[in-house]
């Protein structure tokens, strides 16, 4: 992790639903924060994220999805930086963040990530909630599904959570769907 000083400053509302989690956050399968940051400043995100270089990935299927690494000079990765501290974590071994970026067709199918003690997902930009792109979250027997609006986050273990998304699909009115969301995965020091 980098030692510099964090840039991006949080916010009353994103330090107080952090706080949320307390010292055992670890006992829920995932937590959603609806409008966990402004709209306005993920749109900002999503626009900056745009030129960064991309890779096509795929995650056990045919499908693939546009993939970018965030850099740390970035005031997302800034961001990112910070929430450890916020849930209270003294220190954090590894932050890897990226961005996934689908658009009509595609999904990420259901899996448990190898790796990572936290993962966050903060969606940055998403098509109506009729275009698909709904996240699915599954542990023993609870499940969940939420469509993520822009500033929305969640949090949850992904090496021990199902997760997947629904197909993006096009409409006349949007015939050109774009989901964006920022991953950052956090493993922490043993």
């Avoid at 991006?8 to 010292?23: D, K, N, Q, V």
């Avoid at 965030?70 to 220190?91: A, Q």
Wanted: hydrophobic letters at 40%.
């Amino acid at each position: 992790m980098s030692s510099r000083l964090f840039t991006w400053p949080m916010s009353s509302r994103e330090t107080i639903m952090l706080g949320a989690f307390g010292p055992r956050w670890f006992e829920r399968p995932w937590r959603v924060f609806p409008g966990f940051i402004d709209g306005s400043r993920a749109t900002q995100w999503f626009f900056e994220t745009l030129q960064l270089p991309s890779r096509r990935v795929t995650c056990g299927q045919a499908v693939s999805w546009a993939e970018h690494i965030l850099p740390e000079d970035s005031s997302l990765f800034d961001f990112f930086l910070r929430v450890p501290s916020m849930l209270g974590i003294e220190s954090c071994a590894q932050l890897l963040c990226w961005i996934s970026r689908y658009v009509d067709g595609e999904f990420i199918n259901e899996h448990v990530d190898k790796a990572g003690d936290l993962q966050m997902i903060l969606c940055l930009q998403a098509p109506p909630r009729e275009h698909g792109g709904e996240l699915r979250l599954e542990h023993g027997t609870e499940r969940a599904r939420f469509t993520l609006a822009p500033g929305d986050a969640v949090f949850f273990s992904a090496t021990t959570v199902r997760h997947s998304t629904t197909p993006l699909r096009r409409s006349g009115s949007v015939p050109d769907p774009i989901r964006a969301v920022a991953v950052a995965r956090f493993t922490w020091n043993s």
